[in-house]
């Protein structure tokens, strides 16, 4: 048994302390997205099998978790699509029943939740990430760049389907693509959609490292702004990209120490950088960085990167 097929523990910005499990060889997916920073699809199929055999996933998972590790979650990510597996689902179930101490998240582009083998497969899982880049069947095709036997529609109604009838956890995460995802009329499309859908949150990224194409560039925090105002009237936003933000529901209080509070009264009258707050609180960036890391992951402060490095700031 030479090939592994979990990853970490890793640091997540966006699920903690995270143990990874790849279930499929690398590249293999229902999409070709123009962003990915895993590169182009190489094996572009909905083709489900064991791509990567149960057992053996099973085997080392067990081997990794009987140390009990401290974890936030346990991800179903990688470089390809999870779903395309057909022994996910014993994958899950094994988890579930020796180590139901461990959360479960899946990370998925969602092309598969219309299918119902995968919901009742996944229907143990604790948390579910799909992707909706998408407003309409021309941006899919454009972004997206999907199977041949995969349409917009019938992604998109699987997609409203699972969640109507869901048992896990929602966060549905939205890539912004300038100049093709972010006119005002994609984001009242998009604006009606997440109604249907119904989410627990939803994660606005953008590009962060490069994609496959060379054309797609970051929204900036202003644009990103645009989808933020459309969609807190109705549910929680999170900006997990080079904008780093946080809807009023999704902060929770800290206790503030004496550099926090000298930090905030700083970025409360304009935003800094970390040189900027070294050379403002005559203190080592080593002994500042914890401070923002942690009102950042509060949603105390936000964060925007620019040129000279990250801004930091008060939300309004």
């Given amino acids: 048994m030479n090939e592994r097929y979990i990853f970490g523990p890793v640091a997540s910005r966006r699920l903690g302390v995270s143990l990874g499990v790849d279930l499929v060889p690398s590249k293999t997916c229902p999409l070709d997205c123009i962003y990915c920073e895993a590169g182009a699809t190489t094996n572009l199929t909905t083709e489900r099998r064991e791509y990567v055999p149960a057992d053996q996933v099973i085997a080392q ?3 990794a978790l009987k140390k009990g590790p401290e974890l936030d979650y346990l991800t179903f990510s990688g470089g390809g699509e999870p779903t395309l597996n057909s022994g996910i689902g014993k994958i899950v179930d094994f988890v579930k ?20 083998e995968v919901v009742r497969e996944i229907a143990r899982v604790d948390l579910v990430v799909p992707s909706l880049d998408a407003s309409n069947a021309e941006e899919f095709k454009i972004i997206n760049r999907q199977a041949s036997d995969l349409t917009f529609d019938d992604m998109l109604q699987g997609l409203i389907d699972y969640c109507g009838k869901r048992t896990s956890l ?9 100049g093709v995802n972010d006119s005002d009329e994609s984001i009242a499309r998009f604006a009606g959609i997440i109604r249907r859908i119904q989410p627990d949150k939803v994660q606005l990224n953008t590009l962060d490292r490069p ?8 929204s900036t925090a202003e644009n990103t702004m645009r989808f933020i105002n459309a969609f807190e009237p109705f549910v929680p936003v999170e900006a997990v990209g080079p904008f780093r933000y946080r809807s009023k529901e999704l902060r929770h209080d800290i206790e503030l120490t004496d550099v926090d509070n000298r930090i905030l009264a700083l970025i409360s009258r304009r935003p800094g950088t970390l040189a900027d707050l070294q050379v403002a609180l005559d203190l080592p960036a080593v002994e500042i960085k914890p401070h923002l890391d942690r009102m950042l992951q509060a949603g105390q402060i936000i964060s925007e990167r620019l040129s000279r490095g990250d801004f ?5």
């Fill in 97 to 116: 029943d020796h180590y139901p101490q461990y959360k479960i998240c899946l990370l998925t582009n969602g092309c598969l939740l219309g299918d119902p």
């Fill in 170 to 178: 929602v966060w549905l995460e939205l890539f912004i693509v300038p």
């Fill in 312 to 316: 930091y700031s008060v939300p309004q």
């Fill in 211 to 218: 994609g496959v194409v060379d054309w797609v560039k970051a």
């Fill in 61 to 63: 998972l067990d081997e």
